[in-house]
C-alpha cells in the first residue's frame, strides 16, 4: 500500500488519485497515519462482499468450506504439507 502525505494530496492530487484508482493508499499527517483513499468500486466490493475473497468466523463458515476446511486441519494434523510445500 503506497502512503502520501496530506500535503502530497493537495500539491499532486493527480498522482495520489491514480494510485487510489489501483489500490488503497494511506495519507498520513505529521507522519502518522490518518486516512486511506479508495476508489468507489473496491469500497463497494469491500462493503457488499463482491470480491472473491471472504472472511468468516468458525461458526458462520459455509456448509461447502467446513469439509476442505476440516480436511486440510486433519492434513497438517498427521504433519503433512509443511515440508512437502513448494
Known amino acids: 500500500m503506497r502512503h502520501f502525505t496530506t ?11 491514480d494510485a487510489a484508482s489501483r489500490e488503497p493508499v494511506v495519507l498520513t499527517k505529521h507522519r502518522k497515519p490518518r486516512f486511506v483513499l479508495m476508489s468507489y468500486e473496491h469500497d463497494e466490493r469491500m462493503r457488499i462482499g463482491g470480491g472473491p475473497r471472504r ?11 467446513k469439509g476442505f476446511f476440516a480436511a ?6 498427521r504433519g503433512e504439507g509443511y515440508d512437502d510445500e513448494p
Open 7 to 17: 500535503g502530497d494530496l493537495n500539491k499532486q492530487v493527480g498522482d495520489v488519485t
Open 55 to 65: 472472511a468468516y468466523l468458525a461458526s458462520r463458515m459455509p456448509d461447502e468450506h
Open 72 to 77: 486440510e486441519i486433519d492434513r497438517l494434523a
